[in-house]
């Protein structure tokens, strides 16, 4: 099979995660949540954690969902996710 000359420009880039996003997908991590699942923050949680998790959604690391404080893995966050150590 011939390989294609055009690779996908993300395929060769780390991501980068920093630590208060590392900390928001240990807890993804902690309920075995995959993409597409949500998760619910609420009270002194979502008020701590509100910007990091804006801040991953513009990333798209991860979804908002309708429901308030919801948030999902994207496919990019779940694969950041499952790379911690």
């Given at each position: 099979?011939?390989?294609?000359?055009?690779?996908?420009?993300?395929?060769?880039?780390?991501?980068?995660?920093?630590?208060?996003?590392?900390?928001?997908?240990?807890?993804?991590?902690?309920?075995?949540?995959?993409?597409?699942?949500?998760?619910?923050?609420?009270?002194?949680?979502?008020?701590?954690?509100?910007?990091?998790?804006?801040?991953?959604?513009e990333r798209e690391l991860l979804w908002r969902?309708?429901?308030?404080?919801?948030?999902?893995?994207?496919?990019?966050?779940?694969?950041?996710m499952k790379s911690l150590k």
């Amino acid at each position: 099979m011939k390989q294609s000359k055009h690779r996908s420009p993300f395929l060769d880039q780390a991501l980068v995660v920093d630590a208060p996003e590392q900390r928001v997908l240990r807890t993804f991590r902690q309920y075995l949540m995959t993409p597409g699942k949500m998760l619910c923050f609420s009270g002194p949680d979502l008020a701590k954690k509100k910007a990091v998790l804006e801040q991953m959604c513009e990333r798209e690391l991860l979804w908002r969902e309708e429901f308030a404080g919801a948030y999902s893995l994207t496919p990019t966050g779940f694969s950041a996710m499952k790379s911690l150590k």
